[in-house]
């Protein structure tokens, strides 16, 4: 369960919060939407929930553990094994092939041998078989969009993040995207929470948090 109390953000150079005061929680296995326009804090609050940003005032809670108690390797041990992030702005290594991309987590963590088969098998769900061996710059934005997916998913995380995973797809290529996510809630109970601007895409999701200018709806 990941819950978060008063959990409010200013960025410096800012005066008004980002976030103010969010109170929620999330249990295992749920499958989350979040929408909300642009500016009202829904990448703030992705990147927070997930330890990759720390709040400025409040506190984040996996299984009742306050993140801020958690010792600095434990949160490295966390992110790479139990946390899937897709970024808003997929963020590839240009000079590693998709797959390798894909595998970069695992390899971290040295099961590199153990989850080739699942790398193949997620680009093949991503629609992208047959492009294991291409370099982000011989994929279309979309193409490297969908690797940085099938990345989040090679450790078979506990909770994924998506930050508009289905941004840079046409409506067929974001259907897959949520179908995989659907399949891998149900199939997994993977804990499931992602941005999107698609009202079809954010109805997938059997809850919906709404974001406004730094608060829920
Ligand atoms: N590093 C930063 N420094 C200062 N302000 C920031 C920073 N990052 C975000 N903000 C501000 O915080 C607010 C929330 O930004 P955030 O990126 O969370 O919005 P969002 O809901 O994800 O928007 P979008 O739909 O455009 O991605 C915005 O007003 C933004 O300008
Ligand atoms: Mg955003």
Redesign the pocket.
């Known amino acids: 369960m990941i819950k978060t109390h008063n959990l409010t953000k200013i960025?410096?150079?800012?005066t008004?919060p980002?976030l103010k005061e969010i109170n929620l929680e999330i249990q295992d296995g749920e499958f989350v939407s979040l929408v909300?326009?642009?500016?009202?804090?829904?990448?703030?609050?992705l990147y927070l929930l997930s330890t990759l940003d720390t709040p400025s005032e409040g506190d984040v809670f996996y299984d009742d553990i306050n993140v801020k108690m958690i010792p600095q390797e434990e949160i490295f041990k966390l992110r790479n094994k139990k946390i899937g992030f897709v970024f808003?702005f997929h963020y590839l290594l240009q000079e590693l092939t998709a797959i390798e991309n894909v595998l970069l987590p695992a390899r971290k963590a040295k099961e590199l041998s153990q989850r080739r088969e699942l790398s193949l098998r997620l680009l093949d769900e991503v629609g992208l078989k047959g492009f294991e061996n291409r370099y982000p710059s011989e994929l279309s934005g979309g193409e490297q969009q969908r690797v940085a997916i099938a990345r989040a998913l090679i450790m078979e995380p506990t909770y994924l993040f998506a930050?508009?995973p289905t941004g840079n797809l046409d409506s067929q290529n974001g259907q897959m995207i949520i179908d995989l996510f659907d399949k891998i809630n149900r199939e997994k109970g993977t804990t499931i929470i992602y941005?999107t601007?698609d009202k079809e895409f954010a109805a997938r999701a059997r809850r919906q948090i709404s974001?406004a200018d730094?608060a829920l709806l």
């Open positions: 960025f410096p150079r800012s008004v980002a909300g326009r642009s500016g009202s804090g829904k990448s703030t609050l808003q930050d508009e941005v601007h974001l730094g």
